[in-house]
């Protein structure tokens, strides 16, 4: 029955994609942050749906969907160069078969992030692509938040639809990452999006969801995902024109958690300023020592997974006892691009944060005093706060190359395009003039993360 | 049962968002007809 279901949904996609080709895409992104292989009972499983789906997309975007492309710009080169870099890498690198293993899905990720502005162009195919991010981990989410509810969690419970413990939304620190970053995109499209009915409905979904992701994020018991959290709120409240209002409504969620939190999640998250008396946490430090060192042999990086070569041991517990180490994992976005990558991947990978924080910014400058734009501004600031909560749990996280943030990066691109589209067809460019239905929509509602 | 109902329940959203995407694409097309120098313009 849930295979089924899950083969409807992809038909689905094929279908709607002979329709409006940005179908074929949504179904790529929904492929890559759902994972329906991993959801699957059996006959999904290996399935190469998201090959068919990328195919699909790159052929009927060539075929049928090549009005009014983006200028080639900054981000799509800076993608490709980094796609460029990484395959690079891979030709030297350590461990050549887990190497390749991983180029081969971590580069179709950023190849087609490279590719998304071309499909996703208008205020109607970006908000899609918004929601089916959404929608994807909205499974997700619900699974483990409610699970969380009747359960109380627990550190190293598999509680969500993928019980194997890796990728996005099987690993759960990463899971508690992506969640909380889903968190400002969930209060944007509840609020704003033109593609659901503006009901009160759509907005109690919006707010359950948001509690799903936010038990989700405390039913980890992930360290990283209090991180995440602080870093959310943080960021909201940078940003918000009523600065009490939001550190009322964080200390409200705080208190709230702080009250329900069993005593285990404190231990658990104690543990955070005793790093070195917890064999995880003082695993990563030495790992990060490692990675330093190891990047001064190898400045240009020792390709994907490099970290496997990793051996060594230390004293714990003054010196009474020795941690060997093994093989073991990066921890941490910076290190993982760093160790596999070297400092040109450092200095790549940094100039597509930057690149996507200066888009967003762009955005929210232009789209001030112009109520047709009035939702991509409050969209960026949505997405900037996603992605600084991504980026903070990312510190702990190896999850350089998860789709989640190439997602944000192409969408940085698109809303920059979108904007500047519109702005220059207003002032009289050569396009047409922006459209005239969204000029006439009333001030968006939400004052966006800055109203909450 | 948790699980089937997470699933259904993205899974309404999901072909709900889709469906109503295509159809607003097509019924509110952002490209205008192509200008006298044949250039296409978006609405």
Redesign the interface.
Known sequence: ??DL??LG?CL??LA?GL??P??FA?GYV?VDL?VPQK?SFGLLSGAPISMAMGVATLVAYLALDR??PPRFGAGPWLLLLWAAWVTLTTTWAEVPDHAWTKWNWAVKTICFAAFMPYVF?????I??LV??ML??L???L??FG??TA?TGGGYGKTLG?VTVDSGLVGETSSLATVATAAIPLILFAARHT???PRTGWVAA?GWALSAAALLTVFGTYARTGLVALAVLGFAWWLGARRKAAVAAAVLVVAGVAWMQAEDRWFARMATIGTYENETSALGRVAVWNWTIDYAADHPLGGGFDSYRTNRFSMPVEGGAKTFEIKGMAFHSIYFEVLGEHGYVGLVLFGALVVLAVRHFLFVIRRAKGDPGLAWAGELARAMLVSMAAYLAGGAFLGIAFQPFFYFLVATAISLQQYVI??QS?SNGG????????EARLPPVGLKGWRGL | M??????????A??????????A???R?P???PP?E?G?????
């Open positions: 029955m849930r279901l899950l949904i689905t996609f709607a329709v409006a940005f179908a949504l929904w759902f959801v009005r009014s162009r208008s205020r109607v195919q908000e899609a929601l089916v929608a994807a909205a499974g997700h619900i699974a409610a699970k009747l639809l033109r593609l659901l979904l589209r519109a067809s050569r396009s047409a003039p922006p459209p005239r239905r | 948790i699980d089937t109902a997470a699933i259904l329940l993205s899974c959203g999901l072909v709900l968002v889709v469906l109503r995407a295509v607003l694409d097509a509110e952002w490209f205008s200008d120098s250039r296409d313009g978006d609405r």
